[in-house]
Structure formats: C-alpha cells, structure tokens
C-alpha cells in the first residue's frame, strides 16, 4: 500500500544552520537511498533518533515535500505526479502541525470534513464515533486555546482522521503525552489495524515500538539500516530486545561512517 523505492532528499543548508550544525558543507542528506514497503492491515514502524531522516520520510510520503530521487507510490498513486490521489487516501499527522487555536474542536472537525467534500450528516456520524472515543465531546464548544495539551493532541488526531482514510500516517502521535493519553492514541491506532488500514507511524520511543508494531524500520543517519518483525531484527542482532538491537547497529552503523 505504501512503496518507498531509494528515497533521497538533500536539503541545501544556510549558513545559519551550518553553524548550528557544525559542518562546512552546505548540502545534507536527510534521507539517503531509503527503500520500504508497508501493507494494509498493519502497523510500521520507523525508529531512530531524532534527526535520523523519519520526519523528512514520512513528509514525502505525504506528499509535503517532493523527493531529491527515488520513487513513493501510495494506494498506487505516485506521491509526484498524482498528488491529490494520495491526499484523497491518507491522514497525515506531526506535531508541528496545529489546530487554529481561536476555534472549537467541533468547529474544525466539520470544517475539514467539508474539505473533504463530506455530506453533514456523515460528518456528523464521523464525529460522534470519534469525539466519543477520544473523550473530546465535553471540550468539543471549546477554543482549542484553552483545552490541555493532551486534549488538543487528541482533537487533532480525531480532526485528522475524519475522512476516515486508509492510510494514517503519524509522526510521533504520542509525544510529549501523559501515560493515559498517549494510551488512548495507541489503542486507537490498533483499532485502525483491526478495520484494515494501513497505519505508519515514526518514533524514538522503544517499547511503544515493541508493543505497537507489526514491523519496524530502523533509520540512523538518514538510512535504512534494517527492517523486519520485532523477533526478525532480535535474532538478526543477537539481542533479547528492542532498545539493544537499535544500539548494536547504531554502534555498528557509526563504526562504518566514521
């Protein structure tokens, strides 16, 4: 459902980041060469540091940002040259992304269901599945200014998915969270799985990634450096769990660069 075919994507740096980032080069590869497939029906991971290339990945696939090289087809649709199919099939989710804090939950729930060219009596219906889930009905005539910020993770989420899309794509859904918070994502997330989606999430996270996914693709540096099942990249790396296995090929990995 989502194909990733040696992704590159070079961001050219200013000078003011070649400070911040002690380097004389101008030019960084915040993907290089990535190649991954994900299906329907589960969850896949991507772990790695932060500034190992996850967000700038999962932007392409979103069609946020246009690849440098390589190829991403979503539900068959090329993230490039039909970007609007795509769109039409995925929810994309980061934290840098904010709902407009002088409106309600409610208010911007309908207004992207009219984006999305729903009928109202279907976002109506989308809505109360949602809101209820998620605990927001109480908040939903609030401004989003004045709800906690696990309250406006769990609007944004609910907003996010009220086309009720095939493919969710979260980017760190459950930073920064409170332990039940971030639990009521998770299990959400799972319930997705359930009905069939495809949903592709990144994190740093060790046992979120333990228990949440199906598969999980490890990036260090901007590049791939190993995917599989959990009990695949354990035996792989001769390890007995997660948070080993990402540190022997982050040693292993650095080793080489260097």
Do not use: W
């Amino acid at each position: 459902m989502i194909e990733i075919n040696n992704l590159t994507k070079v961001y050219k740096l200013s000078k003011k980041q070649m400070a911040e980032q002690k380097t004389k080069k101008n030019m960084k590869k915040a993907a290089d060469d990535i190649s991954l497939s994900a299906k329907k029906g589960e969850i896949y991971g991507l772990l790695g540091p932060n500034g190992a290339g996850k967000t700038t990945t999962l932007r392409c696939v979103a069609t946020l940002l246009k690849p440098t090289a390589g190829e991403i087809t979503v539900c068959g649709h090329d993230t490039v040259k039909e970007p609007e199919k795509v769109r039409e099939s995925i929810s994309f989710l980061t934290n840098e992304i904010k709902l407009d804090p002088q409106f309600s939950p409610k208010y911007m729930f309908n207004f992207f269901g009219r984006l999305h060219g729903m009928d109202e009596k279907t976002i109506d219906k989308r809505r109360e599945l949602l809101f209820e889930h998620f605990g927001i009905n109480d908040f939903q005539d609030k401004k989003i200014d004045e709800l906690s910020t696990g309250m406006k993770q769990k609007a944004s989420i609910a907003v996010s998915l009220v086309h009720d899309p095939e493919v969710v794509i979260f980017d760190e859904p459950t930073n920064g969270l409170d332990i039940v918070t971030a639990r009521s994502v998770t299990d959400y997330l799972k319930l997705l799985r359930e009905e069939g989606k495809l949903v592709i999430v990144s994190t740093h996270i060790m046992s979120e990634a333990e228990k949440l996914c199906d598969r999980i693709g490890i990036i260090i540096n901007g590049r791939k450096v190993m995917d599989g099942t959990l009990s695949e990249i354990l035996t792989a790396t001769g390890t007995d769990d997660l948070e080993d296995a990402f540190f022997e090929l982050y040693k292993e990995h650095n080793k080489e660069e260097a």
